[in-house]
């Protein structure tokens, strides 16, 4: 099979996989020419939007009540985003295996450990653009990552990360800072 020939299969695979998930998932809105790579699982009526030109590799899981925005020419390499309340990701990101949480999952007090999630256990995430996160990295709720920084694999972030920076490590430390 020719170049020619075979780039056009392979658009057509990517045409046929963005309508069938659109059909299959109804909340979940795909921006132009997103390459779905693997597969995705949405889960417990979270609402996705994907911004154009994202690739999506392996398999990549979005699950709870919340809603979750990926801007333009990402990459999500089997990603999972937990949300209750919102995940935002910025344009041109590169999420490597990791997980983010917006939210606690039950209640810190013994007492209430069993009972819904309270609003203090709930908090956004805010990823700018241009931010690379490493593999098994976690990202907590109410975190806010500057634009073009970068977390290490298996960072554990639990404060805001300033723009332009690597962390690593649990708990998080910056070990380098970009220069502008």
């Not at 983010?100 to 007090?109: E, T």
């Not at 634009?147 to 554990?156: H, L, P």
Request: aromatic letters at 6%; hydrophobic letters at 40%.
């Amino acid at each position: 099979m020719s170049g020619i020939r075979r780039g056009v299969v392979v658009r057509m695979v990517f045409v046929i996989k963005r309508r069938w998930y659109s059909l299959r998932y109804p909340r979940l809105t795909l921006g132009r020419d997103v390459e779905i790579r693997g597969r995705i699982r949405l889960r417990r009526g979270v609402r996705v939007t994907i911004g154009d030109r994202t690739r999506l590799n392996k398999l990549v899981r979005f699950a709870g009540p919340g809603e979750v925005r990926v801007g333009a020419d990402c990459l999500l390499n089997a990603t999972w985003v937990g949300t209750w309340t919102s995940v935002t990701i910025g344009n041109r990101c590169l999420l490597s295996d990791c997980e983010l949480l917006d939210n606690d999952f039950h209640n810190l007090p013994p007492a209430q450990r069993h009972d819904p999630p309270t609003s203090a256990t709930l908090a956004p995430i805010t990823v700018e653009d241009n931010v690379w996160i490493g593999a098994h990295a976690l990202v907590m709720k109410g975190v806010r990552i500057g634009r073009d920084s970068v977390v290490g694999a298996a960072t554990v972030v639990r404060t805001d990360v300033p723009p332009g920076v690597v962390v690593i490590g649990n708990p998080q430390q910056t070990v380098k800072k970009f220069n502008d």
